[in-house]
């Protein structure tokens, strides 16, 4: 069983950055690709970022591209999104996902951790 524990959260003046981290459970971490989907106040949840188990290749949704980063850390089974320059359309609830090299879809999900950016 994975759990993610995500951290780092919080409110932020437009233009700031915030780092965002997830505590992963699990053996078999280094194998599982890891994300990040976020959550705006009435819409739907969408994807951010994604990270492979090797850490080699990422990939971002277009409005974060160049701002934001995600790393993964397999000695500490961490995995982290830096986002800088912040917006307040970045506002939202952001998710730590899992899922194993095999599954398309993500398999675990953390419970959430808020970021607020004010204008």
């Known amino acids: 069983q994975v759990q993610l524990v995500e951290s780092g959260g919080g409110l932020v003046q437009a233009g700031g950055s915030l780092r965002l981290s997830c505590a992963v459970s699990g053996r078999t971490f280094s194998t599982y690709a890891m994300g990040w989907f976020r959550q705006a106040p009435g819409k739907e949840r969408v994807f951010v970022a994604e990270i492979i188990g090797s850490g080699d290749s990422t990939s971002y949704t277009d409005s974060v591209k160049g701002r934001f980063a995600i790393s993964r850390d397999n000695a500490k089974n961490m995995v982290y999104l830096q986002m800088n320059s912040l917006k307040p359309e970045d506002t939202a609830v952001y998710y730590c996902?899992?899922?194993?090299?095999?599954?398309?879809?993500?398999?675990?999900w953390g419970q959430g951790t808020q970021v607020t950016v004010s204008s």
């Open positions: 996902v899992a899922r194993r090299p095999s599954v398309g879809r993500y398999e675990y």
